[in-house]
């Protein structure tokens, strides 16, 4: 288990409006990850980190924005929210081994 | 960029029957994992399996990697065994995981 926390787990916000979601894990991974969830599509994967500054885009990365300040940290910013982007996130960590990918709890983020 | 499809889509058992859940990939890969997602959401790796076969009490997995599949047996399905089943795969010159999307299971008392 990565400790892996996310925050907040819920969140109601409005369209317009930037939402930023945290990732904390205390296991010093190198590798973490934000991914959505929505009905019908799986976990598709929005922004990755590999090290404290190092960011790279995923699949659907328009609309999002990452940090990585420090190793514990990875936040997720939408910089003005859409409806669209209504879903559940899941943060997820590994090592350097990068092999097995454990996960937080998630966030669930309704834009109405 | 990789592929991952998974079958069926939907499974249905009485408690006590056996499933095998299938997940084909269009590329080598270097890192396959299957996850469980229970129905309160939370997302649980079962088996870190690239080639081989591993055992985990009822559950057990087997990745013919040449082959392009991996599968995921379930024995002596309970109900608490319900959720989502979901494979995910590495490329080998990807520097990310793909998800498929999933294999939802109802295990019926």
């Known amino acids: 288990d990565a400790g892996i926390t996310q925050s907040p787990r819920h969140k109601v916000t409005e369209t317009g409006t930037p939402v930023t979601l945290r990732c904390h894990q205390t296991e010093n991974h190198r590798y973490m990850y934000w991914y959505r969830q929505d009905p019908g599509h799986g976990l598709r994967l929005i922004h990755y980190s590999y090290g404290v500054k190092d960011t790279d885009k995923g699949e659907v990365s328009d609309g999002y924005s990452v940090s990585r300040s420090k190793t514990e940290d990875f936040l997720l910013t939408l910089e003005s929210a859409t409806s669209s982007q209504t879903s559940v996130y899941f943060c997820?960590?590994?090592?350097?081994?990068?092999?097995?990918?454990?996960f937080g709890a998630g966030s669930r983020l309704t834009v109405l | 960029g990789i592929q991952v499809e998974q079958s069926p889509p939907d499974l249905i058992l009485q408690e006590g029957a056996n499933s095998t859940l299938r997940c084909n990939f269009s590329d080598s890969v270097n890192n396959l994992q299957w996850f469980h997602q229970n129905p309160w959401g939370q997302l649980i790796n079962l088996f870190y399996i690239p080639s081989g076969t591993k055992q985990n009490g009822r559950l057990s997995a087997t990745t013919v990697a040449t082959e392009r599949y991996s599968l995921l047996y379930i024995s002596s399905s309970q109900t608490t065994d319900s959720g989502v089943y979901f494979c995910a795969v590495k490329g080998t010159n990807a520097g990310k995981s793909t998800f498929g999307d999933g294999t939802t299971l109802t295990v019926k008392p």
């Open positions: 997820a960590a590994t090592g350097s081994g990068a092999n097995v990918l454990t």
